[in-house]
């Protein structure tokens, strides 16, 4: 049961460059400790590509070019699984995006970008069945979730046919999308949602249907493959352009607003136990940003639990000592030599090497002496974790490292509105919870 209340510490970043532009409508998700980030909107749309380091508050800039990498992308859905990020949609030209396949991979050991073509014409989609090989059409504002080895994809806005309900489900293994659900029993047609999982269920609130808020909060059974609608007495008000990230048993819910000009700052708790809302207070002094059209991403054991029969440390020593192989799609995916995939072509990722950081083994005391707050990941301990050394490591210093996982943290990155001038807009949050 959490803390009724729970206070939170929002502390603003400072970012040096190099550094992406601040912008919103971008994607963004974390991987062993690292932040990628990419796309979204200025002036204008971006295709630029970047890796943060939490730790060490430093940014990365990735190539983002060739006929490979995605161009620019608005309001696109990025995830991670098993050493791959996986990018749907966000196409800007819909005339053009009506014969691309809207699905690209990136291998975050090669640092390499793989375009997967599509399996069938766009227009198959109306009679799609679940049991049809075909991949759903460009879309933005969409939500995207890992469960096991499957991405799943929700609603968003198609043009010219305006905003969607499908739900369709990418097999991370074989590469094969379904068709799940496209019944009038459910949130209905939505973009702008958020959308996160805990256990054997996906949490989708808010919204917009055609140009209409929405503050409805439903639950997906992966079970048995249902949807419900979950109904409180109080919680957030109507929302789009928001997030929400697992968080323990509960799901964070930060920011958006009515429109993109109405931005808001409140940070809700549902408790995915009792089924209830709290509306979580700042602490004196400390005064979250009010952000639309942002990403957030947790970072921790708190905000990234592992699956009830997943061990972590188990995980990643297997996949160190059994030859380090990644095999998303069946080894179907990032040739060596060839810029193309074909179907049935077998090929296999190299090994993650686990990045050896001077001073790791000393990061947990020097952040616990941090005063200012006892969960906080303050950036003046950038002192005890040294320089990074890249190299292979024994299956004994990978566990010693594990021992000292990052501290919980949630941050908010850019979004509405924009700073006029200089770096991305990083804010940090941490909950004060015994």
């Not at 699905?103 to 799609?128: A, G, I, M, N, Y």
Request: hydrophobic share 30%.
């Amino acid at each position: 049961m959490s803390n009724r209340n729970s206070p939170c510490l929002w502390t603003s970043v400072p970012q040096v460059c190099p550094a992406p532009c601040d912008r919103y409508k971008h994607a963004s998700c974390a991987f062993r400790g690292n932040i990628y980030l990419l796309g979204g909107r200025k002036k204008h749309s971006l295709r630029d590509f970047w890796k943060y380091n939490v730790a060490r508050n430093e940014w990365i800039e990735l190539d983002c070019g060739g006929d490979q990498a995605p161009e620019e992308l608005e309001e696109h859905s990025m995830v991670a699984h098993q050493g791959v990020l996986y990018v749907f949609g966000g196409l800007i030209d819909s005339a053009y995006s009506n014969s691309k396949s809207p699905l690209w991979l990136f291998d975050t050991v090669k640092e390499r970008w793989l375009h997967l073509q599509d399996q069938s014409s766009p227009s198959q989609e109306k009679d799609t069945c679940k049991h049809c090989h075909v991949m759903p059409s460009n879309r933005k504002g969409h939500s995207a979730v890992v469960m096991e080895s499957s991405m799943y994809i929700y609603g968003g806005y198609i043009d010219m046919r305006g905003t969607s309900q499908e739900f369709w489900r990418l097999d991370l293994d074989t590469g094969t999308w379904s068709l799940l659900s496209n019944a009038p029993v459910g949130p209905g047609p939505r973009h702008s949602h958020s959308a996160m999982t805990h256990q054997d269920c996906m949490y989708l609130y808010g919204g917009l249907q055609g140009l209409k808020e929405q503050r409805d909060l439903w639950r997906w059974s992966f079970h048995s493959q249902a949807w419900s609608c979950i109904r409180a007495s109080s919680g957030p008000s109507k929302l789009m352009g928001h997030s929400a990230v697992v968080y323990k048993d509960s799901m964070l819910l930060f920011g958006g607003g009515e429109t993109q000009s109405a931005p808001r700052n409140c940070l809700w708790r549902f408790n995915l136990t009792t089924l209830t809302w709290e509306k979580l207070p700042s602490l004196p002094g400390s005064i979250a940003p009010c952000r639309v059209h942002h990403s957030s991403v947790g970072l921790g054991p708190a905000f990234q639990p592992e699956p009830p029969s997943t061990n972590a440390k188990e995980t990643l020593m297997s996949n160190s000592l059994n030859n380090n192989k990644l095999r998303p799609f069946k080894n179907k995916c990032f040739p060596s030599r060839s810029s193309t995939w074909e179907p049935g072509e077998d090929i296999e990722l190299q090994a993650v090497h686990t990045v050896k950081t001077k001073g790791l083994k000393d990061i947990s005391p020097a952040l616990k002496k941090t005063k200012q707050w006892k969960n906080c990941l303050t950036f003046e301990n950038q002192e005890a974790i040294g320089e990074v050394q890249e190299g292979e490591l024994s299956a004994e210093e990978m566990e010693d490292d594990l021992a000292h996982p990052m501290p919980d943290l949630l941050l908010v990155l850019g979004g509405r509105p924009l700073k006029e001038q200089g770096a991305i807009s990083v804010w940090q949050m941490t909950l004060n919870e015994s």
